[in-house]
């Protein structure tokens, strides 16, 4: 078995640089396919933010390439390997603060990582970035780190107003804002026909839920290069809607062919 994945980014209709940044990492092993996604969504003045996000896509392509096949070869228990992921962005979180202290300027991204392992999936996330499931229903696989979402979990607003907050853009943590972070790990197994999606809040801020469900369900898919003309598509669409941020969508499903997905 193998990944069908496709991808696209869009520097948007505002600005002047896309400081978003896609990693789509595959491999195989003895015990079949293996694959790492990141989606990072960088911030910062002038190229800062374009350099934070390919900081923290180098670093985690770096040890997908190095690490992980070394720790594979040593028997390491696949259930330790999320924790040497998390290891990876918290230097990489470092490193860009060291970096932005002696520059004396501020930068940070969002990160979402995706890890399929054979029969199980690990995500990483800091900040709002998001990642889904898509089958027969879609299902949101991350909780955004944000203010609008701690006050929508708080019940202080509805999701309807938690979408259109002017300060729904307010991050509670990034990679390179501070030391201490809180990398949030979610598992699950996964199934067969499913996909996987990553995207920034560029994408999701004017693509609604059953939008995405109508138009990216797995069953629609037998190419990369269908799946790659929806992307765009949908990315037209958020433009036309006046979404003033870059725009970046990634999706991974399992293929084995002509025939849908399986475990």
């Known amino acids: 078995m193998t990944f069908q994945v496709a991808y696209h980014t869009d520097i948007g ?51 997908f390439e190095n690490d992980l096949p070394e720790m594979l070869e040593a028997g390491i228990a696949e259930s330790d390997i999320p924790g040497m992921l998390e290891k990876r962005i918290r230097e990489l979180n ?16 969002t990160i979402t990582a995706l890890l399929i392992l054979h029969k199980q999936y690990y995500i990483l996330q800091i900040g709002d970035s998001r990642a889904y ?17 701690r006050e929508l979990q708080r019940g202080n ?6 979408r259109i907050d002017p300060r729904r853009n307010v991050l509670l943590q ?13 598992s699950g197994e996964v199934e067969s026909g499913t996909m996987y999606m990553l995207c920034t ?44 941020d870059n725009i970046s969508i990634l999706l991974a499903k399992r293929d084995t062919g002509r025939v849908l997905a399986s475990q």
Not at 101 to 107: R, Y
Not at 140 to 146: G, I, N, R, S, V
Not at 157 to 162: D, F, L, R, V
Not at 174 to 186: E, L, P, R, S, Y
Request: charged share 30%; glycine share 8%.
């Open 157 to 162: 607003i509805t999701a309807e107003q938690a």
């Open 133 to 149: 499931s898509i089958n027969d229903k879609l299902v949101k696989l991350t909780e955004d780190q944000t203010l609008v979402e």
């Open 13 to 63: 209709i505002k600005k002047k640089t896309n400081q978003d940044g896609l990693l789509l990492k595959t491999a195989r092993t003895p015990e079949g396919e293996i694959g790492l996604f990141v989606i990072c969504d960088g911030m910062g003045g002038l190229s800062h933010g374009e350099l934070a996000s390919a900081t923290v896509i180098r670093g985690m392509s770096d040890w």
């Open 201 to 244: 809040d560029g994408f999701y801020h004017e693509i609604r839920d059953e939008e995405m469900l109508a138009n990216l369900n797995p069953q629609h898919f037998t190419e990369e290069k269908s799946m790659k003309k929806k992307l765009v598509e949908l990315i037209e669409l958020a433009k036309q809607r006046q979404e003033t």
């Open 174 to 186: 990034c990679v390179g804002a501070t030391k201490d972070i809180n990398v949030v790990i979610n």
């Open 94 to 109: 470092n490193k860009i603060i060291d970096y932005g202290e002696a520059s004396n300027i501020k930068l940070g991204t």
